[in-house]
């Protein structure tokens, strides 16, 4: 029996991901953030992340993924996620209410031209969403990771990625993945543009 529970849960999660993989506005959505990510890299600015619960687990990884690196060895990239700093998060959170961590955060520390990639499985996260808009009110491009549905993160970004499904490990599980096709992507593209810059 517990094997059998085992199975459907894997089945669950491929069959979400071959979903992901008939859907051509998913496929498209990832590319045009990709090629987002990549510009704006290449132009010395800045990717953000952010996220609540498992979503922050998700934005510390893939920004680590950036700034560290993925496959190659190669210069670090400017990336990071929005709540590393814990006596910010919690002053903030304190003073202002947790609504506005993220808020504060971005008019903090983005710049326009920079790129806020903003994970919520519900799309409805106040504090996502205030930090959306403190975004774009600076001309901070944001693209959005949600599910199915996508909530009100999906009227505010710039691109969204939609998970087809409401079962909030099986999105994030999709995140983590698209994260890592998205890092990979720039990673590969950014190595090869600074070969030819170098050479040029």
Known sequence: MENEWISGIL??????????????TFIKSLSEQAEGVL??????????????????????????????????NRRA???EALHVNSSFVTAVANDFGYDHIYERA???LAKKGDVLIAISTSGNSPNILKACHKAKEMGVTVYGWSGQKGGQLAEVADVVLLVPSTVTPRIQEVHITAGHI????????MVSLDEVSAHG
């Open 11 to 24: 089945t669950e999660s491929i069959e979400v991901k071959r979903l992901c993989l008939a859907d051509a």
């Open 39 to 72: 510009s704006c890299l290449r132009s010395g600015g800045t990717i953000w992340f952010c996220g609540n619960g498992g979503s922050a687990a998700d934005a510390q990884h893939l920004a680590a993924e950036l700034s560290g690196r993925f496959y190659l």
């Open 77 to 79: 990239y400017a990336a």
């Open 106 to 108: 971005v008019e903090a």
């Open 182 to 189: 998205l890092c990979q992507w720039v990673e590969a593209k």
